[in-house]
Nanobody, 122 residues
Framework: QVQLVESGGGLVQAGGSLRLSCAASGRIFSINDMGWYRQAPGKQRELVAS???????NYADSVKGRFTISRDNAKNTLYLQMNSLSPEDTAVYYCNADIKVQLFPGRYVDCWGQGTQVTVSS
């Protein structure tokens, strides 16, 4: 049993910053890709940023230059530093990870966190 727990969401004024964290726990052998997604009311869930186990990163155009994704592989933790926040960033933010839960044969599970609310006031 593995789980992802997000933290760091909250209410912030436009122009402010927040840092989200996502800690993976349980029987984990390794973690491949990790990412942050968000879902605003009435909209589909969208990719915000992702990172591979080797450290390559990918960002949605809407957050490039403002958000930074990073991970601590030793702690199985993913981060999202969000700067210059705008009301358009208001959403529930979800952590996602591709986790190896069995060595032989190798088996991966696609895990999601419960989400953390980010609200940006104008």
């Amino acid at each position: 049993q593995v789980q992802l727990v997000e933290s760091g969401g909250g209410l912030v004024q436009a122009g402010g910053s927040l840092r989200l964290s996502c800690a993976a726990s349980g029987r984990i052998f390794s973690i491949n890709d990790m990412g942050w997604y968000r879902q605003a009311p009435g909209k589909q869930r969208e990719l915000v940023a992702s990172t591979t186990s080797g450290g390559s990163t990918n960002y949605a155009d809407s957050v490039k230059g403002r958000f930074t994704i990073s991970r601590d592989n030793a702690k199985n933790t993913l981060y999202l530093q969000m700067n210059s926040l705008s009301p358009e960033d208001t959403a529930v933010y979800y952590c996602n990870a591709d986790i190896k839960v069995q060595l032989f044969p190798g088996r991966y599970v696609d895990c999601w966190g419960q989400g953390t609310q980010v609200t940006v006031s104008s």
